[in-house]
């Protein structure tokens, strides 16, 4: 008996000591930022995830960059200039820029990379975009002319604000061998000094930087997948930066003079997608059932207010692309018309409130992926049952996020909650890749060859009232196909401890957000 | 956490004698605590089979504008997220959680005591090749085995059935091997041998009945640790398919609102850790009145 | 003894090797393209055929097996899909820290259980017997990630006495021990469940041995009987569950490591398993497989240590 009493004292004398002492305050700046997942690697012809993209954005920057108010400016070119046929850019690069080990950066460098992304045996996931580039020409040390195949308005979108526009070290890459990936060189602000598997990331304040002072010493990007524990290590003290939180904690920390939250509309689109190669989904009358079904703006207030917004066209909320309200096709929540579009397309009212056609009922399947979009699979399960009120038999399956891509892919669904994320609102990369025929993610088959020429013409449409005119047909004509039901655009959200000044929300693709950020 | 109730001595009841029946019967309810694992899973039994009367409402009536409400005597344990009594789900739930535990530990039983039986009966080839695959199959951690059958077969309630009950397996080989040698070397069986008996014979005539009373112990445990390794998937986002109400999976969707709306998450938990509880005193008490060694304890 | 070591360690390359081969069909039978997942959804089809190129994704699955158990036999185990490294180094990055939290939850849960198993069968068929029987059971039918949810509700959140996730530092700092503090918890309960209940069974089995008794006949205080004769013999079948309680703590710590952030394999593999990195999902697999050998090896040989009746050719 004696020997088990002296060690649970022992032991709960252990636990008071250890939970007694907090850790002491560092006297350098340290700013620790919740990551919502680990990085993976950092050369960036295949980085694609948004952890590492984050964090690479930080080290490493590209030639030209979006501000918070959506305006392309100079990165490391300071200005350029397109040639009277526009297809030839001009990039006048900043001069007197050093990359973090020392090595400088130069047209020479710029055109190595260019060259790297384009070249087949790197296996770069960007390598289609950039082969639009027919010719890369260093004019002299600082000024490099990129010749594409064909005009495109959209080029610095479309291939050098991708992460395979992040320009690394040449030096680095010729020492580091296998290395390279695991250990970013680049101009940027921060500079990569560790990164522990699963731990964390530490960079460090790159002293040298071109664009002036970087006020924190140090930025430690910590990997906590659960948005959970994110909010709990924040409201703890334990990380100063999340970007995460259901509706419920976002309205209480928002409350919480303690915090901040930040927030803007981002370019991440959520919709379902409906297969118009599969009945019933076939018939234009059932689709715009569905979308007459789900009430969008309910569900998104109920489950994600504060985390996303409710979009009624393809085009990301708030886009300056989208036409003005009550001037295009849209389909507000309305069971009565979704039943009467049914009735319409020959399915009858039935037991139990579903629908039926010669005997079958209407059944219908929708695919989601868990926990990939926020709130993915609460919104399809929401859905899904206000489809059950208007007669469709639903089903939601959720899917682990290989098979979900490889099904959705390949064809084999009915419906599928889908999202699209862009980094900017050029309406093409929407557009092209999820409307167009053959578009990369036209997953619902529709074709519209009217549209198609529309989306071909906008492409090379210099002036801005006229890509804004035909872009707002665009967005009519792909409303009236319904192949997809707009769910939301998520907003780019922090939560920040209180203690966290300078810190700037916004800039997409940049690691400026934090050159001024220090903690009170 | 899916190999939780493994027990080690169980190996040592093989070939004890068989009790009688109202002699065990009597040993088993002396320890009051089994009284209490009955009286849990009659409880969770009754539960799940009169679901539709018993449950407030069905399992997905959805009321956005009532989501998160604390319990209240309209919703006596709240609503989820979706605005869905969490009682009633709970309720459902029962069938969910006891379907999956029986068929996943049955699957287990069934093919681990086939596999045991062949393999203890034929010593050699089949013994070394049914053995080196249980080796194969226990050499994964369970979880992380279960994991990747699921990513083969996508998630879905009937799948993580299978992915649980294929971790069942080699337990349930074992036992009945172990128990299958330990009857062969006795007198009898060689007697019978002798005098001609076949191979099937032997096995349901004199085996069979000796390695019933462990593999009744271990199955009971293995209920318990069914239901614990298939909540351990729905956790992972791999359970039962909405608007399906698996505790497991209430309990995923639940962690989100702890701090906001703790009963989304809490109640599931303590379903589970209740009907665990009542398999597991259940087959703790039908190992100790099986057990000749403790019988005097 | 040297030639059983030699003799178990050989009978083990066919169960790794089996093991690599079974997780490389399931995987194969899962659908899903792990180029297309690395080259992400946005990626256009020819990035994604020279990615599957470049990996040798387009080989014949004998192909990709056969280079995998090469690549084995050189400790490699494999380069990663995902990452672009050799699994060797990220599970070596990895590995230690799971390790850490399993022999943490251990010493816990030895500590806990002993100490609970002693108190049940000093006074068998008491209060204190039912109590800590119950408790035991009660240990054992929790769910381990809802107990560490509602251990990180209570520990970090309302009383803020232990950072709530992520390891900081060694075990031996004070930050470390803090950080590892509930994750091994969690962890640990089934384990010191099971070591409390068989602890109760294998000391009441020896307080009926008759030393025990000539021990207290000769008029020994209860403290020493059970201390110094009982204890003893009743903790070698302890040790032994106690070994094989690690290899169940090394699967348990795949979804305690996902509550906590915890930096060790278990989120790899997960991730691994998701995103189709078939060599990384082998790789871990024939390393755990490895560990959980040489674990089972261990033990053998401390049973015989602390046994001497028992001994190996």
């Given at each position: 008996?004696?020997?088990?009493?002296?060690?649970m004292?022992?032991?709960?004398?252990g636990i008071?000591?250890f939970?007694?002492?907090?850790t002491?305050?560092?006297?350098?700046?340290e700013?620790?930022?919740a990551?919502?997942a680990?990085?993976?690697?950092?050369?960036p012809l295949?980085?694609?995830?948004l952890?590492?993209s984050?964090v690479?954005?930080?080290v490493?920057?590209r030639?030209?960059?979006r501000?918070v108010d959506?305006k392309?400016v100079?990165q490391?070119?300071?200005?350029?200039?397109?040639?009277?046929d526009?297809?030839t850019w001009?990039?006048s690069?900043?001069q007197?820029v050093r990359f973090?080990?020392?090595?400088?950066?130069d047209?020479s460098?710029?055109?190595?990379?260019?060259?790297r992304v384009?070249?087949p045996?790197?296996?770069?996931?960007?390598?289609?975009?950039?082969s639009?580039?027919?010719?890369?020409?260093?004019?002299?040390?600082?000024t490099?002319?990129?010749?594409?195949?064909?005009?495109?308005?959209a080029?610095?979108?479309l291939?050098?604000l991708?992460?395979g526009g992040?320009i690394?070290s040449r030096?680095?890459?010729?020492s580091l061998?296998k290395e390279?990936a695991?250990?970013p060189?680049g101009?940027?602000?921060?500079?990569?000094a560790?990164w522990?598997?699963g731990q964390?990331v530490v960079?460090?304040r790159?002293p040298?930087?071109w664009?002036g002072?970087?006020?924190p010493d140090?930025?430690?990007?910590?990997?906590?997948?659960e948005?959970?524990?994110?909010?709990i290590?924040?409201?703890t003290g334990g990380?100063?930066?999340?970007?995460?939180a259901?509706?419920?904690?976002?309205?209480?920390?928002?409350?919480?003079?303690r915090?901040v939250?930040?927030r803007?509309p981002?370019?991440?689109?959520?919709?379902i997608t409906?297969?118009?190669?599969?009945p019933?989904?076939?018939?234009?009358?059932?689709?715009?059932a569905?979308?007459?079904?789900?009430?969008?703006?309910?569900?998104?207030k109920?489950l994600a207010?504060?985390?996303?917004v409710p979009?009624d066209?393809?085009?990301?909320a708030?886009?300056?692309f989208n036409p003005p309200?009550g001037?295009?096709t849209?389909?507000p929540?309305?069971?009565t018309?979704?039943r009467?579009l049914?009735?319409e397309?020959g399915?009858?009212?039935?037991?139990?409130?579903?629908?039926r056609?010669?005997g079958?009922?209407?059944?219908?399947?929708?695919?989601t992926p868990?926990?990939?979009?926020?709130m993915?699979k609460e919104?399809?399960?929401?859905?899904?049952?206000q489809?059950?009120?208007?007669?469709?038999?639903?089903?939601?399956?959720?899917?682990e996020?290989?098979?979900?891509?490889s099904?959705v892919?390949g064809g084999r669904?009915q419906?599928?909650?889908n999202?699209w994320?862009?980094?900017?609102?050029?309406p093409?990369?929407?557009?092209?890749?999820l409307?167009?025929?053959?578009g990369r993610?036209?997953?619902?088959k529709?074709?519209?060859p009217?549209?198609?020429?529309?989306l071909?013409e906008a492409l090379?449409?210099?002036s801005?009232?006229?890509r804004?005119?035909l872009?707002?047909?665009?967005?009519d004509?792909?409303n009236?196909?319904?192949?997809i039901?707009?769910?939301?655009?998520?907003y780019?959200v922090?939560?920040?401890?209180?203690r966290?000044?300078?810190y700037?929300h916004?800039a997409?693709q940049?690691?400026?957000?934090?050159v001024n950020?220090f903690?009170? | 956490m899916s190999n939780?109730?493994?027990?080690?001595?169980?190996?040592?009841?093989?070939?004890s004698?068989?009790?009688?029946?109202?002699?065990f019967l009597r040993?088993?309810?002396?320890?009051r605590?089994?009284?209490?694992?009955?009286?849990?899973v009659a409880?969770?039994f009754?539960i799940?089979i009169s679901?539709?009367?018993?449950a407030?409402?069905?399992?997905d009536?959805?009321?956005l504008?009532?989501?998160l409400?604390?319990?209240?005597p309209?919703f006596?344990?709240g609503?989820?997220?979706l605005?869905?009594?969490v009682?009633?789900?709970?309720?459902?739930?029962?069938r969910?959680s006891?379907m999956?535990?029986f068929l996943?530990m049955?699957?287990?039983?069934v093919f681990?005591?086939?596999?045991?039986?062949?393999?203890?009966?034929?010593?050699g080839g089949t013994d070394r090749?049914?053995?080196?695959f249980?080796d194969?199959l226990l050499?994964?951690p369970?979880?992380l085995?279960?994991?990747?059958v699921?990513?083969?077969?996508?998630?879905g309630?009937?799948?993580?059935m299978?992915a649980?009950?294929?971790?069942?397996?080699?337990?349930?080989?074992?036992?009945?091997?172990?128990s299958?040698?330990?009857?062969?070397?006795?007198e009898y069986?060689?007697?019978a041998r002798?005098?001609g008996?076949s191979?099937l014979r032997l096995?349901v005539r004199h085996?069979?009945?000796?390695?019933?009373?462990p593999?009744?112990v271990?199955?009971?445990?293995?209920v318990?640790?069914?239901i614990?390794?298939?909540?351990?998937?729905?956790?992972?986002?791999?359970?039962?398919q909405?608007?399906?109400p698996?505790?497991?999976?209430?309990i995923?969707?639940g962690r989100?609102?702890?701090?906001?709306?703790?009963?989304?998450?809490?109640?599931?938990?303590?379903?589970i850790m209740?009907?665990v509880?009542?398999f597991?005193l259940i087959?703790?008490?039908?190992r100790?009145?099986?057990?000749?060694?403790?019988?005097?304890? | 003894?040297?030639r059983?070591?030699a003799?178990k360690?050989?009978?083990?390359?066919?169960v790794l090797l089996?093991?690599?081969?079974?997780?490389?069909?399931?995987?194969?039978l899962s659908p899903g393209?792990?180029a297309r997942?690395i080259?992400?959804?946005?990626?256009f089809?020819?990035?994604?055929e020279n990615?599957r190129?470049k990996?040798?994704?387009d080989?014949?699955?004998?192909v990709?097996?056969l280079r995998f158990?090469?690549s084995?036999?050189?400790?490699e185990f494999?380069?990663s899909?995902?990452t672009?490294?050799?699994?060797r180094?990220d599970?070596?990055?990895r590995?230690?820290?799971?390790?850490?939290?399993a022999?943490?939850?251990l010493?816990?849960?030895?500590?806990?259980?002993?100490?609970?198993?002693?108190?049940?069968?000093?006074?068998?068929?008491?209060?204190?017997?039912y109590?800590?029987?119950f408790?035991?059971?009660?240990g054992?039918?929790?769910?381990?990630?809802?107990?560490?949810?509602?251990?990180?509700?209570?520990f970090s959140?309302?009383?803020?006495?232990?950072p709530?996730s992520?390891?900081?530092?060694?075990p031996w700092?004070?930050?470390?021990?803090?950080?590892?503090?509930m994750?091994a918890?969690a962890?640990g309960?089934?384990s010191?469940?099971i070591?409390a209940?068989l602890t109760?069974?294998?000391?009441l089995?020896v307080?009926?041995?008759?030393?025990?008794?000539?021990?207290?006949a000769k008029?020994l205080i209860e403290?020493i009987?059970i201390?110094?004769?009982?204890?003893r013999n009743?903790?070698?079948p302890?040790?032994?569950?106690?070994?094989?309680?690690l290899?169940?703590?090394?699967?348990?710590a795949?979804?305690?490591?996902?509550?906590f952030s915890?930096?060790?394999?278990?989120?790899l593999i997960v991730?691994?398993?998701s995103?189709?990195?078939?060599?990384m999902v082998?790789g871990?697999m024939?390393i755990v497989?490895?560990v959980?050998v040489?674990?089972n090896l261990?033990v053998?040989?401390?049973?015989a240590?602390?046994?001497p009746?028992?001994?190996?050719?």
């Amino acid at each position: 008996m004696g020997i088990p009493r002296t060690t649970m004292i022992l032991v709960l004398i252990g636990i008071l000591v250890f939970t007694g002492s907090g850790t002491s305050a560092p006297a350098r700046q340290e700013i620790v930022i919740a990551g919502e997942a680990d990085v993976v690697q950092f050369d960036p012809l295949r980085i694609q995830e948004l952890p590492t993209s984050f964090v690479a954005g930080m080290v490493m920057e590209r030639l030209v960059m979006r501000t918070v108010d959506g305006k392309i400016v100079g990165q490391l070119a300071e200005r350029w200039k397109l040639s009277v046929d526009r297809r030839t850019w001009t990039f006048s690069l900043r001069q007197g820029v050093r990359f973090h080990d020392g090595s400088e950066f130069d047209a020479s460098v710029v055109e190595w990379h260019l060259r790297r992304v384009m070249d087949p045996r790197e296996g770069s996931v960007f390598r289609a975009q950039f082969s639009d580039i027919e010719r890369i020409q260093v004019v002299d040390k600082h000024t490099i002319a990129i010749t594409l195949k064909q005009a495109n308005v959209a080029f610095l979108d479309l291939v050098l604000l991708t992460n395979g526009g992040l320009i690394p070290s040449r030096a680095a890459y010729d020492s580091l061998g296998k290395e390279f990936a695991f250990k970013p060189v680049g101009t940027g602000p921060f500079r990569f000094a560790q990164w522990v598997q699963g731990q964390r990331v530490v960079l460090g304040r790159n002293p040298d930087w071109w664009g002036g002072q970087v006020k924190p010493d140090q930025l430690v990007i910590r990997p906590i997948t659960e948005v959970n524990t994110g909010i709990i290590e924040l409201e703890t003290g334990g990380v100063h930066f999340i970007t995460r939180a259901n509706r419920e904690d976002l309205e209480r920390l928002s409350k919480d003079r303690r915090f901040v939250v930040h927030r803007i509309p981002s370019y991440r689109i959520r919709y379902i997608t409906l297969n118009t190669a599969q009945p019933p989904l076939n018939d234009l009358r059932v689709r715009q059932a569905v979308s007459h079904a789900i009430n969008t703006p309910q569900i998104i207030k109920a489950l994600a207010d504060g985390m996303a917004v409710p979009m009624d066209t393809i085009l990301p909320a708030g886009s300056a692309f989208n036409p003005p309200p009550g001037t295009y096709t849209a389909y507000p929540f309305n069971r009565t018309k979704a039943r009467a579009l049914l009735t319409e397309a020959g399915w009858q009212p039935g037991p139990g409130g579903i629908a039926r056609k010669d005997g079958q009922p209407l059944r219908l399947v929708l695919h989601t992926p868990n926990g990939r979009y926020f709130m993915d699979k609460e919104i399809c399960e929401a859905a899904c049952n206000q489809l059950r009120a208007a007669g469709f038999d639903c089903q939601v399956s959720v899917m682990e996020w290989a098979a979900f891509l490889s099904d959705v892919r390949g064809g084999r669904f009915q419906a599928a909650f889908n999202g699209w994320n862009q980094s900017t609102d050029e309406p093409s990369l929407f557009m092209d890749a999820l409307v167009k025929t053959g578009g990369r993610a036209n997953y619902s088959k529709a074709s519209d060859p009217a549209l198609d020429q529309l989306l071909t013409e906008a492409l090379i449409a210099f002036s801005e009232g006229r890509r804004k005119l035909l872009y707002n047909r665009a967005v009519d004509m792909v409303n009236k196909l319904a192949t997809i039901v707009p769910i939301n655009t998520e907003y780019k959200v922090a939560i920040t401890s209180g203690r966290l000044e300078g810190y700037t929300h916004g800039a997409p693709q940049t690691g400026v957000e934090f050159v001024n950020a220090f903690l009170k | 956490m899916s190999n939780a109730a493994r027990p080690v001595p169980l190996a040592m009841l093989a070939g004890s004698t068989r009790p009688g029946g109202s002699a065990f019967l009597r040993r088993l309810f002396r320890r009051r605590i089994v009284i209490i694992g009955v009286v849990l899973v009659a409880a969770f039994f009754a539960i799940s089979i009169s679901a539709p009367v018993l449950a407030p409402q069905g399992y997905d009536e959805q009321e956005l504008e009532r989501r998160l409400k604390p319990p209240s005597p309209g919703f006596l344990l709240g609503t989820d997220m979706l605005g869905r009594d969490v009682l009633a789900r709970i309720i459902w739930g029962a069938r969910v959680s006891l379907m999956v535990g029986f068929l996943a530990m049955f699957l287990g039983l069934v093919f681990g005591s086939v596999l045991g039986l062949l393999s203890g009966m034929y010593a050699g080839g089949t013994d070394r090749a049914i053995m080196g695959f249980m080796d194969i199959l226990l050499a994964f951690p369970g979880i992380l085995l279960a994991l990747a059958v699921v990513a083969a077969l996508g998630p879905g309630l009937y799948q993580v059935m299978i992915a649980v009950g294929i971790n069942q397996i080699p337990a349930f080989a074992r036992l009945v091997r172990g128990s299958v040698l330990s009857v062969r070397k006795n007198e009898y069986i060689e007697a019978a041998r002798a005098v001609g008996a076949s191979d099937l014979r032997l096995m349901v005539r004199h085996i069979t009945p000796n390695v019933l009373a462990p593999v009744i112990v271990l199955a009971s445990l293995d209920v318990g640790t069914a239901i614990l390794a298939s909540a351990g998937l729905s956790f992972l986002g791999l359970g039962a398919q909405p608007p399906i109400p698996d505790w497991g999976g209430m309990i995923n969707q639940g962690r989100a609102f702890l701090r906001t709306a703790w009963w989304v998450g809490v109640f599931p938990g303590l379903a589970i850790m209740l009907t665990v509880l009542g398999f597991n005193l259940i087959g703790d008490g039908l190992r100790d009145a099986l057990d000749p060694r403790l019988r005097q304890a | 003894m040297w030639r059983y070591v030699a003799r178990k360690l050989l009978a083990a390359i066919p169960v790794l090797l089996g093991a690599a081969l079974l997780a490389f069909m399931i995987l194969h039978l899962s659908p899903g393209d792990p180029a297309r997942l690395i080259a992400g959804e946005n990626a256009f089809e020819e990035d994604v055929e020279n990615i599957r190129r470049k990996l040798g994704l387009d080989q014949p699955f004998a192909v990709q097996y056969l280079r995998f158990v090469a690549s084995s036999a050189k400790g490699e185990f494999g380069r990663s899909i995902r990452t672009g490294r050799l699994v060797r180094d990220d599970v070596g990055a990895r590995f230690p820290n799971t390790i850490e939290l399993a022999v943490a939850s251990l010493i816990l849960a030895v500590i806990l259980g002993v100490a609970a198993g002693i108190v049940a069968a000093v006074r068998p068929n008491t209060a204190y017997d039912y109590g800590a029987t119950f408790a035991a059971l009660a240990g054992i039918s929790t769910p381990t990630f809802w107990l560490g949810l509602l251990l990180m509700l209570l520990f970090s959140y309302h009383l803020g006495w232990l950072p709530a996730s992520g390891r900081a530092g060694p075990p031996w700092t004070i930050d470390g021990l803090r950080s590892i503090l509930m994750p091994a918890i969690a962890l640990g309960t089934p384990s010191a469940a099971i070591i409390a209940r068989l602890t109760r069974s294998s000391l009441l089995d020896v307080l009926r041995q008759d030393y025990v008794r000539t021990a207290r006949a000769k008029g020994l205080i209860e403290r020493i009987v059970i201390g110094h004769h009982a204890l003893r013999n009743a903790l070698i079948p302890v040790v032994t569950v106690v070994g094989l309680r690690l290899g169940a703590l090394l699967g348990g710590a795949v979804i305690t490591e996902q509550v906590f952030s915890w930096p060790g394999i278990g989120t790899l593999i997960v991730t691994a398993i998701s995103s189709r990195d078939y060599p990384m999902v082998q790789g871990t697999m024939m390393i755990v497989a490895l560990v959980f050998v040489l674990v089972n090896l261990g033990v053998d040989l401390l049973y015989a240590l602390v046994d001497p009746r028992i001994k190996y050719e």
